[in-house]
């Protein structure tokens, strides 16, 4: 317990960023119409390749008897390609939405 509160003493301009930043995201997130919340969700799920490309590096630098960073990294290439593929399936249905029937 004393070692969390010693690094949260040595690091309190960081834990002060993460509270503001905490705040500052509700506060936009608050604002956003309704309209563009769909949009915006779905991009946001597209920056998941991110993950994938983390979760992929993970699994090339854990050592092939860590099964734990093995596993943890399949499940992250597994769920952030679900939420990539979702994400782009909701912009498609999205956009769908506007074109000219026939």
């Known amino acids: 317990m004393t070692a969390i509160l010693d690094f ?3 690091h309190i301009e960081m834990v002060y ?4 930043s905490v705040f500052l ?5 608050s ?5 563009l919340h769909t949009p915006l969700m ?3 799920n597209a920056i998941h390749g991110v993950v994938i490309i983390g979760a992929i590096i993970v699994m090339g630098k854990a050592e092939a008897d860590n099964y734990l ?7 992250a290439v597994i769920l952030g390609t679900l939420n990539v593929v979702g994400g782009f399936v909701v912009t498609d249905r999205m956009l769908e939405m506007f074109k000219k029937k026939k």
């Open 69 to 75: 960073a093995l596993v943890l990294g399949f499940l």
């Open 8 to 10: 949260l003493q040595l």
């Open 17 to 20: 960023i993460v509270i503001l």
């Open 31 to 35: 604002r956003v119409p309704s309209v």
């Open 42 to 44: 779905s991009g946001a």
């Open 25 to 29: 995201g509700i506060e936009v997130i």
